[in-house]
């Protein structure tokens, strides 16, 4: 399974990005599917996910309220939806998926997951 992530690019603080990853198969149906983040000389952090049975949705507390996620069935595709972009949110953003369902505590966790993918460049200028 190969997760494709799209989307990252070089925005003003205040300014909105939106970040696509599309699953090869269909792997995550009974799963969940998400994003982390790793600034520069820093340890990779959880982000988001969403459970793709029930579309429950997690955000760790430094995007909450700003950032969305989402899911396109059909598509086999979540997207996060950033907002109210800061300087501090300049990362590289990668995103994750889990076969199978896992309790809501395990999320944060990156070896929670077991596909990853190539990463895409996010940059907030201020």
């Known amino acids: 399974v190969q997760l494709q992530a799209s989307g990252g690019g070089l925005v003003q603080a205040g300014g909105s990005l939106r970040l696509s990853c599309a699953a090869s198969e269909r792997t995550f149906s009974s799963g969940h599917m998400g994003w982390f983040r790793q600034a520069p000389g820093k340890e990779r952090k959880f982000v988001a996910v969403?459970?793709?049975?029930?579309?429950?949705?997690y955000f760790s507390e430094s995007v909450k309220g700003r950032f969305t996620i989402s899911r396109d069935n059909a598509k086999n595709t979540i997207y996060l939806q950033m907002n109210s972009l800061k300087p501090e949110d300049t990362a590289v953003y990668y995103c994750v998926g889990r076969a199978r369902r896992t309790v809501l505590s395990a999320l944060r966790d990156t070896t929670t997951y077991d596909y990853w993918g190539q990463g895409t460049q996010v940059t907030v200028s201020s």
């Open positions: 969403i459970s793709w049975g029930n579309g429950a949705t």
